[in-house]
């Protein structure tokens, strides 16, 4: 069976259960991993989307299979500065299918670790391939498409 693994999904209400629901129609064994317990989410509904939820650091050793597909969705911004490239090589050694990640550059929490654009370039690229980088200013986001790593 095919595995898709969601890094970072518990601190969202609604927009990641798209990537998830995505996944579970598409036939994909459904993982998240995250440091915290999911909020303000139906929990009947989280059960018949994900498959496995383990309250872990992305880096820490688990006994799962490799993602064939995978999302790290607007979290690694939240990671602390100093552990942020062993977080990104732990996402990177547990995937071996395409993925995207995204980072949310907007002030919109106390914990944003002040990475910049160019930083974010440099450590994504430490880690993986990417197709596309897409970085939009307006909305205040980056892209790094079609992740795979090196």
């Not at 090589?89 to 993925?99: F, M, P, Q, T, Y």
């Not at 919109?108 to 994504?124: A, G, P």
């Not at 596309?132 to 790593?149: K, Q, T």
């Amino acid at each position: 069976m095919k595995t898709f693994i969601e890094f970072g999904f518990m601190g969202k209400r609604n927009q990641c259960f798209n990537y998830i629901k995505e996944a579970k129609l598409a036939g994909y064994k459904t993982i998240v991993i995250d440091l915290k317990r999911p909020i303000s989410v139906d929990e009947e509904y989280y059960k018949l989307l994900i498959d496995e939820t383990y309250i872990n650091y992305w880096s820490d050793s688990l006994d799962i299979p490799l993602a064939d597909k995978w999302v790290c969705y607007a979290s690694l911004e939240h990671t602390q500065k100093n552990v942020v490239n062993r977080e990104v090589e732990g996402i990177a050694n547990k995937v071996r299918g395409s993925g995207e990640i995204s980072i949310d550059m907007s002030e919109h929490s106390l914990y944003i670790n002040r990475i910049t654009y160019n930083e974010w370039f440099d450590i994504i690229s430490k880690y993986f391939n990417f197709k596309s980088f897409h970085c939009d200013r307006y909305n205040e986001m980056i892209y790094f498409r079609e992740c795979v790593p090196n």
